[in-house]
Each structure stands twice: as C-alpha cells, then as structure tokens.
C-alpha cells in the first residue's frame, strides 16, 4: 500500500527534476546560441558559424537535422544551406538534404509559400503529406525522417531564409514547441540582418574610397592641365 501511495509522488519529483534538467541545459544552449549569433555578424567564415548555429538549434530542440538557408533576393534563390554537426549530416542523406535547398530540386511552391505567409509549416507526417512532392515523400521515407517543419526568417518584411527541422521520430508540434523554435528563427533572423547590413556598410565604404580616389586623381589632372596652360 505504502509502494502504491508513494509512486505517483515519486514519479511527480522525477518529472520536475527531469523538466528542471531539461530548462537548465536548454537556457545552457539558448546561451550558446546567443553568443554564436553575435560572433556571425563579426565573422568572415558564415557558413561555419551557421553550422554551430544549426548544431546548437539540434541539441536544444532534439531534432536531428536542422539547415539554416540563406536567401539571396538578387539570385532569387537559396544561395547557403549550413547543416547540423551530426553524423547522419556527412552521409548522402545529409548531402541530398543540404542539394535540395541550394538545387533546382527546392520546390517553388513551399518558398514562395516561406516567402508569402510567416506562419511555420507544421509536417507532422512528410512521407504522406501530400504538400510534398513525390520524389520528396520518397527521399523522407529512405531516411527514415517522419516529421519536420519549416519557418520564415524575415526582419520586418525582409525575407532573409528559412530554419528547418526534422526529426527521425514521429512528432506532434506542441504550441511549446513551436514557440521555442520561433525564438529560435526570431534570433537567427536578427543576426542575418545584421551581417547584411555589415555587408551593406563594408560595400559603402569601397565604394565611398573608390569615388574618393578617382575625385583624387581628377583633381590631379585638372591641376597638372592648369599649371601647363
């Protein structure tokens, strides 16, 4: 009787000591995703830190892939797809995961759809969910992936990419979930824009210098021409 009384309480403090474990290594790794997040905008090696991004999203969400895609408005394309760490990612799955953002194999419907609408596109079933293509159902069903999402990485009205997950187990998306991973897209979407704007600012100046210099040498002449007459 004692046993009977005593196991539900008992299994009460183990589920707030596995949920307290659980906040503090997932606080842990939002920490680490914060900080990697500020080195992107002052690094020269992206992709790299796109990939200690996408591996910190991996270990704090459990999903087991994760790709960070990089949209450039002028290419009208996906131009860098930065995968997880992750054993499975240095495989063909994970090559064929990494050619279908950057390829001609990215379907056109799901980012112009990424593109148009913020909200996340929640799959919890890809090998049947018929939003897939064909060739997309079948390449989940080979590795074993059964459920993902996709979510829009945009500052203001600025679409900067996509974060996407998926996992090798079934998943149901709780609103906790999402929520989570929406922070997640939130941080990544700042550091983008920020390393555009760096971008932006670092072109400014070589233009600013060439125009600069030219102007220079213009005067040289018109100084030179003056002194000759």
Known sequence: AFVECATPAL???MERELSASRAA???EQMTALANAAELLTHSERMEAVLEDLATAISRSSGFELVSIDVYDVRAERFTMSALNHAPQVNTSLGQAWRAQAQGTTYPR???KLAMRSREPLLLSDLQNDERIPAYGREFFKSAHIFSGAQFSLTFHDEFL???RVASQRPRSFSPQEVDVLEGFAAQLAVALKAVRMYQALAESEEQLRQYSQELQGG?????RLARTD
């Open 25 to 27: 290594r997932q606080r």
């Open 219 to 223: 005067m040289e002449i018109q100084h």
């Open 109 to 111: 419907a799901v980012l």
């Open 161 to 163: 990419g996509t974060l």
């Open 11 to 13: 299994a009460l403090m």
